[in-house]
């Protein structure tokens, strides 16, 4: 549960990277899905169409900022509905952005409202939503290894995803008032355009040889761990907290 084919699923950040990736894991197993993001509207349904192509469910494509919480409402409430005719059980709350830590307040300020505010926001209405239907559902939220261990380098991103491990792990309740089962990926370093590059950047910067920079994960990786969790039902936010996909830990 739930089972993913014939499956209704919002993803933001979907236009790129891990979200992209993980959307289009979930249409060529069979779900129908919304992809959310800043992305504009023309180039978002050519990738929703790209998707499509894979055969098994479908994909459209939603323009939303999700730090405005009525357009969050509208994209994660209403547009699957109008989409597919059913609230989206599987949600991944997945949109993120990185700046430095001498951006200013105003700058990490915004981090925090998309990193934060909306991963928390999108976990309530979506948990809303799935009671109302009647349904059951899953919702993964997207924190970072940085949410786990020290990330010296940005140290307001990491409290932007220590708060998303600290809130997923939190929502356990909601599996039994709301039949939703909330978890987080904490991915490591992962090849994507933009957080993925700003960190690879950094810490090239850093030292060309660091450790970081040798095992760096594929988005299609990191997806992986999405599915599992979207389709174990057993691993609610306390028996299974998060999902690191570790790559240098073992190093
Ligand atoms: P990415 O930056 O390439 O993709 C992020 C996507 O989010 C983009 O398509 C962007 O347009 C969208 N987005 C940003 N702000 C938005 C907003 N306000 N409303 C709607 N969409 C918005 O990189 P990614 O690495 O795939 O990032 C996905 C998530 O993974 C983020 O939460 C990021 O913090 C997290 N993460 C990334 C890494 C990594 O190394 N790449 C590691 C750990 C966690």
Redesign the pocket.
């Known amino acids: 549960m739930p089972a993913i084919q014939g499956s209704t699923a919002w993803i933001?950040?979907?236009?790129?990277?891990?979200?992209?990736a993980v959307a289009r894991e979930l249409v060529a197993k069979g779900a129908n899905v919304v992809m959310?993001?800043?992305?504009d509207e023309t180039k978002g349904q050519s990738l929703a169409a790209d998707l499509c192509q894979l055969g098994a469910g479908t994909a459209v494509y939603d323009r939303?900022?999700?730090?405005d919480t009525a357009s969050l409402h509208r994209s994660l409430v209403e547009k699957p509905q109008e989409a597919f005719g059913c609230c989206a059980t599987i949600v991944v709350n997945?949109?993120?952005?990185?700046v430095n830590d001498d951006a200013g307040d105003a700058k990490i300020k915004s981090m925090m409202d998309?990193?934060m505010m909306?991963v928390m926001k999108g976990t309530q209405m979506a948990a809303e939503a799935i009671r109302s239907a009647g349904k059951k559902g899953v919702v993964i939220n997207?924190?970072?290894?940085?949410g786990l261990l020290p990330l010296p380098e940005t140290q307001a991103?990491a409290a932007s995803?220590w708060a998303v491990v600290g809130f997923s792990i939190s929502c356990r309740p909601l599996k039994k008032s709301h039949g939703v089962r909330v978890n987080c990926v904490?991915?490591?370093?992962?090849?994507?355009?933009?957080?993925?590059?700003f960190?690879a950047k950094k810490f090239k910067e850093q030292d060309a040889n660091h450790p970081l920079l040798k095992d760096?994960?594929l988005?299609e990786e990191v997806a992986d761990a999405y599915i599992a969790l979207i389709e174990n039902d057993k691993l609610n936010s306390q028996a299974a907290a998060i999902m690191p996909q570790v790559s240098y830990l073992h190093n």
């Open positions: 933001s950040g979907a236009a790129q990277g891990i979200g992209l959310a993001d800043l992305l939303v900022d999700v730090t997945n949109a993120g952005i990185v998309v990193n909306a997207t924190a970072s290894m940085g991103y995803k904490c991915p490591a370093m992962t090849q994507t355009p933009a957080v993925g590059t960190f760096q994960l988005p």
